[in-house]
Structure formats: structure tokens, C-alpha cells
């Protein structure tokens, strides 16, 4: 249950930028120039299979209204298809985030993908603007500077000491991005994005786009379909968000994610129950013990043998990104156990160095604000906080702060784009969303494939966040199948199917 730095903040650009290039400026697409990788990021391919993989940066406008005004370079992978004399095109992916890093993602789904798909196509992973090596945003010099702002914030803020260092941690953080930013600040949108990867689909020949996003990377896909349908071959999208809640009501669009959080960690509660001795947390009442933990750790935080100390915050969080992974349930049972009994034995009381030149990066909140609207008062979060709690008891508070951010973002009218969402492709959409996926709930799944012009949904009887293969995600043969045929042949499974997961929780 190891907590992640999950923030709740709002961020700006800071990154190189060079003139556009003519080919660029005019909306020309020259050809991406593929080049060696650098070894640290094909270190984990076996040496037989590097021949395969190739790299390249490729130049699009910072503002696409004013593509003169410089570029920002498109970091990509490419593994090459197996079969050249039968390749169909390009697979472009995308692993989800928003902030998440594509580069490295044809490495991991080599392992996992169809091997037809591999045989057929090019994967192309590629940084989003703003994310890793596509002009990473960055808000701070030092890890130092950093620490300074993120050490007050509170993931999960109760008392309103905490509430009021949370406010202040975001306001000064938004203050300190807005300080640093650069001409890419008001343009990360996903927007954007699907403009970008216009850009690219172009560049590297295909006259039509094949896509397969995951999670955040379902809203680009949709985002493409819209403003390019006619450029549409096949876009698949694994874990989908509900892109109209998404892109006009950010803080009910989070109200609502927790909700589905907590009615899987529900779900996960009853099947730890019925599995009995295989579930370390099954004795007694599950959801009663959980409970006990929630209400202890809101008094001040709990030392842990073999955890260390677990505040509110940290336990959340933990939760909540274990329940993406089914296969790590049983290891969440037994840490929950360990909780509980600490719970009921501990004695624990409540209650000018060298500079680290700062490696992380905020983009995953810059590009949140530019896509979701927020209110502007930093007051209506901790307002609606106690209401969400007793919705989601587990999981309410902490997304109630998440937006909070957005209240103090730098650029107050950036672009997005909030619909139609309704455009026809002429090959429908491919959607598959699990029953009981934390990040993206079922119902979200099912708004995407009613609010596109066309859309197949396939659900997936899985608990866990996507289907089709990502490392340490579930898996289902039958999506993999079905995913397959449809990027090959462009068919889509009968109406009605449901697919199994490859295994189940304990």
C-alpha cells in the first residue's frame, strides 16, 4: 500500500520552445525522420528485438491559431510491425493520465498486445505535449522548491487547520507556475492533443487514424473523432470517461468518480466476505472494519509494523490505486487486516543544504484545468468535502479537494473542447469498460457510447481499471480477440456480447 504523490494541484508550462518550422507554419506535415532509440529507453527490450524499435521528435505549433509563434517538440517510439509486406498502418497509443508518458507504452504492449496486431502494424507511443520528453511542464527548479509547496498539502484534509494548509499549498503552487510559465500554458488542452496527433498520423503516411487509448486516453480518441471523422479508421477505447460530464462540470464529474470508486471497494468488501479464509480481511463484517480504520486514522495518524506511519491521506490513496490491480486484492486484504489490528493494539500518541534539480512534473493537473471547468472559489471545495463523505465515505473527501487547483488556474478561458460529441465515423468507435472499474465507472463507459455518433460497447465482467492486457491489469482474452479482429478487419463483435475476465479477485 505504497501511497502515491498525489496532489491536488493546478500547474503551469515551463519548457523550451523553437521557432516553428515552414512545414509547420503552414499546416504542411513532412515526414517523421525515425532514428536509434536511447538506450535507457529500450533497456528492457531483449537484444533480439531492438532491430524493432526506432525514435524520433516531431515539430507542432504551440498555437495552432498562430503557428508561426514557435513549436514544441513530440517525443515517439515506434516498434515496427513484424510483417512488412502485410503491415495495414500505424497503431497509435496512448496510456492515459492525463499526464501519462505514451513513449514507452509500445514496449509494454509487446507483451501483452495480439500477436496479429503486432504482425500488422506500426506502435507508436508518443509524450503529449507538456508530458515527459514532449516539453515536460514544470513548475519548480529544485526538488527543494517543490517540497516547500507539496509538503502542505493534505490529500485527505479534515481539520480545518489541514483544509486551510491544503488552500494555501494550492494557491501557492498556482502562484509560483504562473511565475514560471511559458507560451505552452494556455495551450495543453486535449484540444490540443488530438490536433498533435492529426499532425502525426499524417507524418507517418497513414491517410486515416488506428488508435488505442486507455483511461484519459479515451477522451483524446473521442476528442479526434469529432473534429476529424472523416480521417477516423479505428479508434478502440479501453476504461472510457464520460466526456460531456467531463469537459463541462469538473467538480460533478469528480463527485461522481468517487462514488463509483467506493461502489467497487464495496464490491471488493462483499467478495473478500464470500471467499472467507482466502481474504485475510473476510473475519467479521469487512465494511464495519473498514470503517473502524477510517475513523481512526481521521484522529491523526497510525505507526503500522512493516507500513510505517499510514495517515488519512496515504491510506486513501493506497486504496484506492490498489483497486485498479485485482491481481494485488489478496495483498490488499492482508494490509487491511494489519491496519485493523493496529487499530485495536496501538499505543501510538496522535499527533542551506545542497539544492536537487527537480525531476518530477505537474502535467497531469495542468492539462485537468484546461480541459474541466471549475469553480473559481477556492471555498467551494471544503464546502461540498463533508456532503461527498457521506456519499463515499472512503473516497468522498479527498476527491472533493482534487479540482481545487483549478479554482487559482493561471489561464481562466483556456482552450478546450467541450462537444458536439456526436459527429458519425464511418467505422464505429470500439469501447470496453468494466463492471467494477474504480477510475472510470461502468456508467461512464455506457454515457461514452451513447454521446458518440457511433460506438460498439463491449463490457467486461472485471474488477479493475481496463481489459485489455496493460502489465499488472486485468486481462480478457475475449476483449483481446475482439480488439483484434477490429483493427484488423474492421468488425465489430454482435450487439449484446459480454466478455469474462481471464481471472477474478482471490
Request: proline share 8%; with cysteine; glycine share 10%.
Amino acid at each position: 500500500m505504497k501511497p502515491r504523490r498525489s496532489v491536488l494541484i493546478a500547474v503551469v508550462v515551463s519548457c523550451l520552445v523553437s521557432p516553428a518550422p515552414p512545414a509547420a507554419a503552414s499546416g504542411g506535415h513532412g515526414a517523421i525522420e525515425w532514428l536509434d532509440c536511447p538506450d535507457e529507453m529500450v533497456s528492457t527490450v531483449p537484444a533480439g528485438e531492438r532491430h524493432r524499435y526506432d525514435c524520433a521528435t516531431y515539430p507542432v505549433p504551440i498555437d495552432y491559431a498562430r503557428p508561426a509563434a514557435g513549436s514544441v517538440e513530440v517525443a515517439l517510439l515506434r516498434r515496427a510491425a513484424e510483417d512488412p509486406a502485410h503491415r495495414i498502418g500505424s497503431l497509435f497509443v496512448n496510456p492515459g493520465g492525463p499526464g501519462g508518458r505514451g513513449t514507452l507504452l509500445p514496449v509494454e504492449l509487446s507483451a501483452v498486445l495480439p500477436a496479429e496486431i503486432l504482425r500488422r502494424f506500426d506502435v507508436v507511443g508518443f509524450d503529449p505535449r507538456g508530458v515527459g520528453r514532449s516539453g515536460a511542464i514544470r513548475c519548480f527548479a529544485t526538488d527543494e522548491e517543490a517540497e516547500a509547496v507539496y509538503g502542505g498539502v493534505v490529500l485527505v484534509p479534515v481539520t480545518r487547520p489541514e483544509i486551510a494548509s491544503t488552500l494555501r499549498a494550492n494557491r501557492a503552487l498556482t502562484e509560483a507556475c504562473a511565475a514560471r510559465g511559458g507560451p505552452l500554458l494556455p495551450h495543453v488542452s486535449t484540444l490540443n492533443v488530438a490536433r498533435d496527433l492529426d499532425r502525426l498520423r499524417a507524418a507517418v503516411g497513414d491517410r486515416r487514424l488506428t488508435y488505442l487509448g486507455f483511461s484519459y486516453g479515451t477522451l483524446v480518441g473521442a476528442t479526434y473523432a469529432n473534429l476529424f471523422p472523416h480521417r477516423v479508421r479505428a479508434i478502440i477505447g479501453d476504461g472510457n470517461v464520460d466526456p460531456e460530464l467531463r469537459t463541462t462540470d469538473g467538480l460533478e464529474y469528480l463527485r461522481q468518480r468517487a462514488a463509483g470508486m467506493e461502489a467497487v471497494l464495496d464490491a471488493f468488501l462483499r467478495r473478500c466476505a464470500e471467499v472467507g479464509e482466502r481474504c485475510d480481511f473476510s473475519e467479521g463484517d469487512p465494511a464495519a472494519k473498514l470503517a473502524e480504520i477510517r475513523a481512526r486514522l481521521r484522529q491523526g495518524p497510525l505507526t503500522v509494523p512493516g507500513l510505517g506511519q499510514l495517515d488519512l491521506g496515504a491510506f486513501t490513496d493506497g486504496v484506492s490505486s490498489t483497486l485498479y490491480i485485482p491481481q494485488e486484492y489478496a495483498e490488499l486484504a492482508t494490509l487491511l487486516q494489519a491496519v485493523y489490528e493496529t487499530v485495536h493494539t496501538s499505543t501510538t500518541t496522535l499527533g542551506g543544504a545542497a539544492s536537487t534539480p527537480y525531476t518530477g512534473d505537474e502535467s497531469e493537473f495542468a492539462v485537468t484545468c484546461a480541459d474541466e471547468p471549475y469553480p473559481r472559489n477556492p471555498a467551494v471545495f471544503p464546502a461540498v468535502a463533508p456532503l461527498w463523505e457521506r456519499q463515499a465515505p472512503t473516497f468522498g473527501r479527498g476527491h472533493a479537494f482534487a479540482g481545487v487547483s483549478c479554482a487559482t488556474w493561471p489561464v481562466r478561458q483556456p482552450e478546450r473542447y467541450d462537444g458536439p460529441w456526436d459527429r458519425r465515423t464511418a467505422t464505429p468507435l470500439l469501447l470496453f469498460g468494466n463492471y467494477h472499474d474504480p477510475a472510470t465507472n461502468y456508467t461512464f463507459n455506457q454515457r461514452m457510447a451513447a454521446e458518440l455518433g457511433a460506438a460498439r460497447l463491449v463490457p467486461v465482467d472485471a474488477f479493475g481499471h481496463t481489459s485489455l492486457g496493460r502489465p499488472n491489469r486485468p486481462r480478457s482474452d475475449c476483449a483481446q480477440a475482439i480488439a483484434a479482429r477490429y483493427l484488423v478487419d474492421l468488425a465489430l463483435p454482435p450487439a449484446g456480447t459480454v466478455c469474462q475476465a481471464d481471472t477474478q479477485p482471490f
